[in-house]
Structure formats: structure tokens, C-alpha cells
T-cell receptor, first 112, second 116 residues
Framework: DAKTTQPPSMDCAEGRAANLPCNHSTISGNEYVYWYRQIHSQGPQYIIHGLKNNETNEMASLIITEDRKSSTLILPHATLRDTAVYYCIVRYYGGSQGNLIFGKGTKLSVKP | EAGVAQSPRYKIIEKRQSVAFWCNPISGHATLYWYQQILGQGPKLLIQFQNNGVVDDSQLPKDRFSAERLKGVDSTLKIQPAKLEDSAVYLC??????????????FGSGTRLTVV
């Protein structure tokens, strides 16, 4: 089963920041937080990952709380093309310990 | 780099018929995964291959589903006989190796199966 809890849906106005929360209260010390998204009729696509520090790349920022029990994915300037289902996944960084286990994710709708 | 190729893109069959899906992973990726995604849910792993060997098939309904990756490259997933509840998108993914970092998975666009 997925180790994360996410709201089922969220709306965001185009051009505004989209903040997607995720709870992972049972995360262990060597597990990372990964975010993937799935645009309609496509397979999931990697966005970003982190352990305990905040991370930023060209797609998004990831804020992880100090106790690591929750995180927030931030899309700084959402566009209509960011409409998708966003999955927060907890997984060991490497080794053979675990595949990607998906929950139901958050369906983000970016509106004009 | 070419992505993960899957075919067909769509398939409609009647219940009790058989169906097969094909996947060609990214060149050099040793690990291949088949996921099932039912409408409104996240993808669920069915089977994982490392080269041509099965690593994990604990979630595969073996009475009707089978999969193979004979030469460690392409893979086929078969359902025989199909049931209505098999209607889903079947996603193939690949990674460089079994211990792939969590960002190292590449997914295909999937095959949408409708069983009527």
C-alpha cells in the first residue's frame, strides 16, 4: 500500500503557484520523497525528489518539513499544461528495496 | 533517447477472449515493469523483470495473466481469458537496473484495454 496521503483534487489559477501537499507520517530515515505526475493519456513522469532538504529544479520545488512527516510540491507559475494527477511516493533511494508504489494522487486542475 | 514503446495503443475485446500487449523498453535498461492502472486509481505493479528473469510477480493474477521477456529486451503481457474487471490501462516502464534510483523510471504511454 502507498505510504502517503494526498488530497484527491485541487484547483489553481493559471499563472499562480500551485502548492500540492502530501503526508507521509511513517517515512523512515532512509526513504526519499518522490513526485511524479501523469498527464491525461500518458504514463507517469518524474518531477523531483528529496530526502530532508528543500529541492528545486526547472520543473518544481519540493519543501519537506523538518520532521519529514509531510512535504509540499510547488509549481511556481502553473500553466494549463500542468493539469495532471500528481503522485507523492516514498521509496528507498536505491538498492532493490521497493518499486514505485502509487496512491491515488492529487488531480490538479489549472484554470484560465 | 527514444522512450518506452508500447502497442497497441487501444484494444477492445469481449470477455473470455485473449489479448496481448507489447513493450519495448529504453535501450540498455535491464529492468522492465508492467503496471495496471484502473480508472481513478494509481498504477499498480503487476510484474518486474531483471533482464529475462522475474524479480517480483506477487501481484500478477497468474490464473489468467502471463508475461515474458525472453531475450531480456522486449516483453509481452498476456491475458487469457479476459474479465470485465481487467479493463484498465496497462503501463510498461523500464529502468537502468533493479536498484534504479526513484527518478530513473521511464514509462510508456500505455495500452488502454476495454473488456465488454
Amino acid at each position: 500500500d502507498a505510504k502517503t496521503t494526498q488530497p484527491p483534487s485541487m484547483d489553481c489559477a493559471e499563472g499562480r503557484a500551485a502548492n500540492l501537499p502530501c503526508n507521509h507520517s511513517t517515512i523512515s530515515g532512509n526513504e526519499y520523497v518522490y513526485w511524479y505526475r501523469q498527464i491525461h493519456s500518458q504514463g507517469p513522469q518524474y518531477i523531483i525528489h528529496g530526502l530532508k532538504n528543500n529541492e528545486t529544479n526547472e520543473m518544481a520545488s519540493l519543501i519537506i518539513t523538518e520532521d519529514r512527516k509531510s512535504s509540499t510540491l510547488i509549481l511556481p507559475h502553473a500553466t494549463l499544461r500542468d493539469t495532471a494527477v500528481y503522485y507523492c511516493i516514498v521509496r528507498y533511494y536505491g538498492g532493490s528495496q521497493g518499486n514505485l508504489i502509487f496512491g491515488k494522487g492529487t488531480k490538479l486542475s489549472v484554470k484560465p | 533517447e527514444a522512450g518506452v514503446a508500447q502497442s497497441p495503443r487501444y484494444k477492445i475485446i469481449e470477455k473470455r477472449q485473449s489479448v496481448a500487449f507489447w513493450c519495448n523498453p529504453i535501450s540498455g535498461h535491464a529492468t522492465l515493469y508492467w503496471y495496471q492502472q484502473i480508472l481513478g486509481q494509481g498504477p499498480k505493479l503487476l510484474i518486474q523483470f531483471q533482464n529475462n528473469g522475474v524479480v517480483d510477480d506477487s501481484q500478477l493474477p497468474k490464473d489468467r495473466f502471463s508475461a515474458e521477456r525472453l531475450k531480456g529486451v522486449d516483453s509481452t503481457l498476456k491475458i487469457q481469458p479476459a474479465k470485465l474487471e481487467d479493463s484498465a490501462v496497462y503501463l510498461c516502464a523500464s529502468s537502468l537496473n533493479q536498484g534504479a534510483l526513484g527518478y530513473g523510471y521511464t514509462f510508456g504511454s500505455g495500452t488502454r484495454l476495454t473488456v465488454v
